[in-house]
């Protein structure tokens, strides 16, 4: 009954879906420098939960849009503006009770949506975001090394950086493959069992 919406000034509206009244309002406050783009809200049961460029995932009631918990996936740290950068653009992914967040500039963790507690956390930067599938959640790098972590946090299954440098998509499971597209367009299919390349169009 309640529409999501993100934007790119930093606020989390929630708008009433037969309507478009405005239930509630959430303003994050933007850092002075922040990454072009935006993440895209979840929706589960009665709660939305949504990531900021100020590192932050957060957790709402869907419904009155109070805060439940917020959690921290990246520190700004260095002196300048751009250092400083930690936006969480890309898209967040969830599986059962846990959601997967990447930062720029920071980490992919897996969080708890039943407090927000940290379950485990690596360092990755990302703009991407996450995805999962066969027991692995997939993040790219900001130089396009494709990363496979176990969602027990159980530590790396695969890395892949032979398409280093050429732009890439968020990866997104296909049956047993995991995709992702280039910045020159193509589309390359890799193993959700070890990385190695079994595809390209």
Same mark, same amino acid.
């Given at each position: ?48 939960? =949504?990531?900021?460029?100020? *590192? +932050? $995932?957060? @957790?709402? #009631?869907? &419904?009155? /849009? %109070? ?5 921290? !996936? ?26 997967? =967040?990447?930062?720029?500039? *920071? +980490? $992919?963790? @897996?969080? #708890?949506? &039943?407090? /927000? %507690? ?5 360092? !990755? ?77």
């Amino acid at each position: 009954k309640v529409v999501a919406v993100q934007t790119y000034d930093g606020k989390l509206f929630g708008l009433d879906f037969n309507t478009g009244q405005r239930l509630w309002i959430y303003n994050s406050n933007l850092p002075i420098l922040t990454i072009r783009g935006t993440g895209t809200p979840l929706v589960k049961d009665s709660k939305v939960y =949504a990531g900021f460029a100020n *590192g +932050r $995932v957060m @957790a709402f #009631d869907i &419904s009155t /849009g %109070s805060i439940l918990w917020e959690t921290r !996936v990246a520190i700004a740290q260095g002196r300048s503006d751009i250092e400083r950068i930690v936006d969480i653009d890309g898209t967040m992914s969830m599986q059962g009770d846990q959601l997967f =967040a990447a930062a720029y500039q *920071g +980490r $992919v963790v @897996a969080i #708890d949506i &039943s407090d /927000g %507690s940290r379950v485990w956390q690596r360092e !990755v930067s990302s703009i991407s975001g996450t995805s999962v599938g066969f027991g692995n959640v997939y993040v790219v790098d900001d130089d396009g090394t494709i990363y496979a972590y176990l969602a027990s946090g159980q530590g790396l299954r695969w890395d892949q950086d032979s398409l280093r440098y050429r732009d890439l998509s968020r990866p997104t499971p296909i049956l047993g493959y995991v995709a992702v597209v280039d910045f020159e367009g193509y589309l390359h299919f890799l193993s959700q069992l070890d990385g190695e390349f079994v595809g390209r169009a």
